[in-house]
């Protein structure tokens, strides 16, 4: 079964910081990439997602995500975070054999500081 | 659109209670899915639908049954409320296979 690893279980900034999320996924096949946002007290969120195409790939809010096969990662950045970045975030991979179940990574808790 | 709405938003429960989680989308998607979210552990998918009338297990099944008797609802029922069922729990939807999931506001559930 694949996996979802996300190595940063909690993330502290300062505003303007830049930022780096990791995730690395398990499966040698072809998969669909998503990174999710949950702001404090709100319902899961998509930022961005990766389907095909170019490896970079951008979403909301000036987050963008690169997708490098060779490594299995799909690491999330933002060059300048703002306190209203502070959230969970989630990576998120659903593969050709698994029908639409996306296999969540553990989350990162960011927390920006004005 | 109102999208992926769920009742309640916070229940307790003692051990051995039963309790039914509502959740409704009006975006006429066909896939529906429960999840539940522990703290440091993602999101385990509990069980899914593919259209009305097709259920199926996903990662975390024991303890749980859906019902997938409209395209609009899907709930989630627990028969004998375990302390291991505290969790957060997130239903979602998708209109096509691997496409974007959308996902209600969650239910906090306590078993005591």
């Known amino acids: 079964a694949q996996s979802v690893s996300q190595h940063n279980h909690h993330v502290i900034l300062s505003e303007a910081a830049s930022l780096e999320l990791g995730c690395n996924y398990s499966?040698?096949?072809?998969?669909?990439l998503f990174w999710y946002v949950q702001y404090p007290g709100q319902h899961l969120q998509l930022l961005l997602k990766?389907?095909?195409?170019?490896?970079l790939v951008k979403g909301i809010k000036g987050f963008e995500a690169e997708f490098i096969k060779s490594k299995f990662s799909f690491n999330l950045r933002k060059p300048s975070v703002q306190w209203s970045d502070t959230a969970e975030y989630f990576c998120a991979v659903n593969v050709d054999n698994a029908g639409n179940m996306l296999t969540f990574g553990g989350g990162t808790r960011l927390m920006v500081k004005p | 659109n109102a999208g992926v709405t769920q009742t309640p938003k916070f229940r307790i429960l003692k051990i051995g209670q039963s309790m039914t989680l509502q959740c409704t989308q009006d975006m006429n998607h066909n896939y529906m899915y429960w999840y539940r979210q522990d703290p440091g552990m993602g999101l385990k998918l509990i069980y899914y639908?593919?259209?009305?009338?097709?259920?199926d297990k996903g990662e975390v099944p024991n303890g749980y049954n859906v019902s997938r008797s409209t395209t609009e609802d899907f709930p989630l029922r627990l028969e004998l409320a375990a302390p291991s069922q505290t969790s957060v729990y997130f239903c979602?939807?998708?209109?096509?296979?691997?496409?974007?999931?959308?996902f209600g506001p969650g239910t906090r559930l306590l078993v005591l």
């Open positions: 639908s593919v259209g009305a009338g097709i259920t």
């Open positions: 499966y040698g096949g072809t998969v669909n």
């Open positions: 990766y389907f095909s195409g170019d490896p």
């Open positions: 979602a939807s998708s209109l096509q296979l691997q496409e974007t999931q959308y």
